[in-house]
């Protein structure tokens, strides 16, 4: 089987903290209501959107999560337009995909961004052509559900025992460990290491640059 390495986006491979936090409050001051502080949007960030707002007013009305996401949506939108979306990419990442690609690993991407949001975000930084499968909340339930790790696999040829998740939020420990991969926790991103850690990490790294000998060994 193939040997495949799936990543979260915001929080692992770049930090879109900024944005996600503009979109989000500007989508809530939108529909005249006090945004939620930063700290709780970014504990929020790799479920789906609609999940998101589920946890933030949990005695809200669908109708008005769904009005919450479709203006975080044209928020997030209007930033891009504007120029002010930033998502730079950690410090190593690029390192990290050639390494494991000249090792013969396959990469994917498992996020809770957008189809359209997360091809502008690799599309941005040149690195799209590096991931054989994208899987997106578009397209899946909202991590931790292990649906996304279950296609990108299928996608790949892998297996649960050839698969790794590299991911920030104790959603993605959840979710590897859901789909029996292994559950690598990275600190650099939005949720704390024991976090990580009681949601099932095995391991955690620090700096991307350890990555490659994590995974590899």
């Given amino acids: 089987m193939n040997r495949l390495a799936i990543f979260d986006c915001d929080g692992t491979l770049v930090d879109g903290q900024a944005s996600i936090c503009a979109a989000m409050e500007s989508c809530f001051v939108a529909a005249g209501m006090q945004a939620p502080a930063r700290e709780r949007t970014r504990r929020l960030v790799g479920l789906s959107m609609m999940d998101a707002m589920q946890v933030l007013l949990p005695g809200a009305e669908a109708e008005l999560h769904a ?6 949506k044209s928020a997030f ?3 891009r337009r504007d120029g002010l979306v930033e998502e730079p990419l950690y410090d190593g990442v690029e390192q990290v995909l050639a390494a494991l690609e000249a090792e013969g690993w396959l990469l994917g ?3 809770g961004k957008s189809d359209r949001g997360l091809g502008h975000c690799l599309d941005c930084h040149g690195i799209k052509g590096r991931f054989v499968t994208l899987q997106t909340a578009d397209r899946h339930p909202s991590k931790p559900h292990p ?9 790949a040829g892998a297996a649960p025992q050839t698969t790794v998740m590299i991911g920030d ?3 993605d420990m959840a979710m590897a460990r859901s789909a029996g991969a292994r559950a690598v ?21 620090d700096h991307p640059s350890q990555l490659p000998e994590m995974i590899m060994t």
């Fill in 67 to 72: 009005e919450l996401v479709e203006g975080y």
């Fill in 185 to 205: 926790g990275v600190t650099w991103g939005y949720h704390g290491a024991q976090d990580l850690l009681a949601a099932g990490a095995h391991i955690l790294a």
């Fill in 109 to 111: 991407v498992a996020t």
């Fill in 169 to 171: 939020t104790s959603y």
């Fill in 147 to 155: 649906s996304m790790i279950e296609q990108a696999m299928a996608d």
């Fill in 77 to 79: 939108q209007q930033l």
